[in-house]
């Protein structure tokens, strides 16, 4: 079974930083557009990330250009985010998705939470 197991949340103060990664286990990550997403209560899920399959292009939603950062890692089957100057509105579950565009597949993470606060 595929699975896509996030992990490296935690609890931060303003301006702090964390590297969440997703470990994917039955599933190639590198033929693989691979995203992260973060979601609040009350509030739709929002794409935070993007790293795609074809040319490793990266893409950020503007809330968090310059401060976060999407790679790969593929000799570990690995896709990270490294979080730089967090802040309060950070705060919220992200999660890691990977989507297979000849197919329409698309495989999601149990999330992992963020919180960042004084």
């Known amino acids: 079974q595929v699975q896509l197991v996030e992990s490296g949340g935690g609890s931060v103060q303003p301006g702090g930083s964390l590297s969440l990664s997703c470990e994917g286990s039955?599933?190639?990550?590198?033929?693989?557009?691979v995203s992260w997403y973060r979601q609040v209560p009350g509030k739709s899920r929002e794409l935070v990330a993007l790293?795609?399959?074809?040319?490793?292009?990266?893409h950020y939603v503007d809330s968090v250009k310059g401060r976060f950062t999407i790679s790969r890692d593929n000799a570990k089957n690995t896709v990270k985010l490294q979080m730089n100057s967090l802040k309060v509105e950070d705060t919220a579950v992200y999660y890691c998705?990977?989507?297979?565009?000849?197919?329409?597949?698309?495989?999601w993470g149990q999330g992992t939470q963020v919180t960042v606060s004084s």
């Open positions: 039955e599933i190639i990550f590198s033929r693989y557009d």
């Open positions: 790293i795609t399959s074809s040319d490793s292009s990266s």
């Open positions: 998705n990977a989507r297979d565009q000849v197919f329409g597949l698309s495989y």
